[in-house]
């Protein structure tokens, strides 16, 4: 048997940063976890404490830090991938425009390469799930909506930036949201965006609104009927885009609800083959967070 490859695998998100080793089948073999502090100093600080620990996590593996194949950052967007910055003035202020690649590669000794955390989350998936040769379209749904496509190569990208896929239009009405309009994916659908709607409506919050609909008041059916109309609007204009093979449903409103957006999107789908694939509807993996695996593909893609 060969020797196993290891990457240093960083997940950055709004609230708290993930730092492990991955093996080359996906195995993660140390992991660590802190809260994110934002602020002008605090992106410095936060890569010289995630690089101390994955001098603690090499040393507990028994290697040498300079022994891994590279550091993997998956980090809450919009990031520049090319230069390796942070560029995400929303959940990570203070932190845009820091070179976290190149900041972690001359501290390490070893090259970073840094996805955005939809293509990060992705491309585990698709690791770990082995469909790189697949067309595979990756939903999260949680406190905003996320999109990422796999082509069956690589990922899609537009331009340097991520294509913000949670803000295509899916109604007329809403909320304005961040974005500028009404009515987009994220700000009528994500979790957030579904306790706000039932909050308006009267309800405690979305689980309430559910409850009361599965018990026939007419009300809560009727503004669940909305939701659910709007959430098979957001995945169709997606899907007939992308033409997926496999979507995947990601997030904790997904996991809460995975049920109930699989029917939703299969009974949109059915009868229209000549505009949509075929394609099978797989719950987020769980075992594990996918965007740490997704670290070796970082390297993988670029390489192959």
Not at 110 to 123: I, K, P, S, Y
């Amino acid at each position: 048997m060969g020797k196993r490859i290891l990457t240093g695998a960083v997940d950055i998100g709004g609230t708290k940063i993930q730092v492990g080793i991955v093996d080359d089948q996906g195995e993660l073999l140390d992991e660590k976890s802190f809260p994110t502090d934002c602020g002008k100093r605090s992106a410095a600080e936060a890569m010289d404490k995630i690089w101390q620990i994955l001098k603690e996590q090499c040393g507990r593996i028994g290697i040498e830090a300079g022994e891994m194949r590279g550091i993997g950052i998956s980090c809450a967007g919009p990031v520049d991938p090319e230069k390796g910055t942070i560029e995400n003035p929303y959940t990570l202020g203070g932190w845009a425009g820091f070179p976290a690649a190149e900041y972690l590669s001359a501290l390490s000794g070893v090259e970073a390469r840094m996805e955005n955390d939809a293509n990060g989350a992705l491309m585990g998936e698709v690791f770990l799930r082995k469909l790189q040769k697949r067309k595979v379209l990756m939903i999260t749904f949680g406190t905003g909506i996320g999109a990422a496509f796999w082509n069956g190569r690589t990922v899609h990208r537009s331009g340097r930036f991520h294509p913000e896929m949670g803000h295509v239009i899916v109604s007329s009405g809403g909320e304005k949201c961040y974005c500028g309009h009404r009515g987009c994916f994220e700000s009528l659908c994500s979790g957030q965006a579904l306790n706000r709607r039932a909050a308006k409506a009267g309800y405690e919050d979305f689980d309430v609104l559910y409850e009361r609909a599965g018990s026939g008041e007419a009300q809560a059916a009727s503004l669940l009927d909305e939701i659910l109309q709007d959430i098979r609007n957001g995945v169709w204009n997606l899907n007939i885009i992308f033409k997926p093979d496999t979507i995947i449903l990601a997030g904790g409103f997904a996991r809460r609800y995975f049920g109930m957006i699989r029917d939703a999107i299969v009974s949109d789908s059915c009868g229209k083959e000549d505009f949509v694939e075929l394609f099978e509807i797989l719950p987020a993996s769980r075992d594990q967070n996918p965007a740490l695996a997704g670290a070796n593909m970082l390297f993988e893609v670029l390489e192959s």
